[in-house]
């Protein structure tokens, strides 16, 4: 291939990365896979033959799901190995490296606690869910994308739903809501205050905290507005110092947590009827190398 034809297919997909790193991204819910995705898209990209391909947005959608779906199949194993609770790979969204997410529902659609819930659905359901969803596809796009009827993506999106649907009750997309309370929840852990940290959790509320064998977290998720309490109050009432600074991460409002020895945590919370129902705690090192310093 000559210079110039590799310029022309890298400025192709250039201008379609950011839709398609988000496409990769909601689906594989790591940006690390989500970029290698794009790379191996990228190289099936110089070997087709470009003139012929009428739609490059359509045919690279098509690419990176097909190669997100295949990695989601993979990664299953591995999951079963994984120290502790898995979750989402944390991302700055000031600026998004997806696009503007100038809208609750795209903001919603890289939450942590979406990509947390997503985790429950197989690949194809996932990948329908994700292509409907976020992107509007029909379902006869989506079809031709994953080599399935739109009957069938019409099924898998039913039954994606389906799944979801008790998790979806218990977050919005509140921002002010979210930020709101996760102030409160700071200044109250801050204080050792218990009576006021268990006022903000609802009574069924989960935290889910991911080390990944490499840093200090909870190796099973802590159930209840009690347990959630006395877990955060017993963090700030460790002898090194906490400093905690505030983010957008994923679309939503985030802290950035850094003891003194150097450990890094970031805490995302979900929050439904005045109330944190989720919290989504990430320590693991090999996740937060994109969170600034």
């Known amino acids: ?5 590799a ?9 379609h990365r950011p839709m398609l790193l988000g496409l990769a991204y909601r689906l594989l819910g790591s940006l690390h896979d989500a970029e290698d995705v794009l790379q191996e898209a990228y190289l099936r990209w110089l ?7 009428a739609a490059p947005r359509r045919y690279l959608s098509r690419v990176v799901t097909r190669l997100a779906v295949d990695r989601l199949r993979a990664r299953q194993a591995a999951r079963e190995t994984y120290v502790g609770p898995w979750l989402p790979e944390p991302v700055p969204t000031e600026p998004s490296p997806f696009g503007p997410l100038d809208s609750a529902e795209l903001r919603d659609s890289v939450s942590m606690a979406l990509l947390h819930l997503l985790e ?3 690949p194809p359901e996932r990948a329908v869910y994700v292509l409907h969803t976020a992107f509007a596809l029909p379902y006869a796009e989506i079809g031709d994308i994953l080599d399935r009827s739109a009957a069938d993506c019409r099924q898998l999106h039913h039954r994606a739903v389906a799944r979801l649907a008790e998790g979806r009750r218990r977050f919005n997309a509140d921002r002010a809501e979210q930020r709101r309370l996760l102030e409160a929840f700071l200044a109250a852990a801050r204080d050792g205050d218990l009576p006021r940290l268990t006022e903000l959790v609802a009574t069924d509320a989960v935290a889910w905290t991911d080390g990944g ?3 200090r977290a909870a190796r099973n998720p802590v159930y209840g507005a009690d347990r959630i309490a006395r877990f955060f109050a017993g963090i700030y009432a460790r002898p090194r110092a906490v400093t ?4 957008e991460l994923n679309g939503q409002p985030a802290l950035l947590i850094r003891w003194s020895d150097g450990a890094r945590y970031t805490l995302t919370v979900a929050t439904a009827d005045g109330r944190i129902t989720g919290f989504y705690l990430v320590g693991n090192p090999t996740k937060l190398s994109r ?3």
Request: glycine content about 8%; hydrophobic content about 45%.
């Open 213 to 215: 064998g490499a840093a």
């Open 7 to 15: 310029a022309q297919a890298a400025g192709a997909l250039t201008a």
């Open 47 to 53: 070997d087709v033959d470009r003139e012929s391909v």
């Open 1 to 5: 291939m000559t210079t110039s034809g």
């Open 120 to 122: 429950r659905l197989t």
């Open 244 to 247: 905690a600074t505030p983010a």
């Open 291 to 293: 969170i600034p310093a």
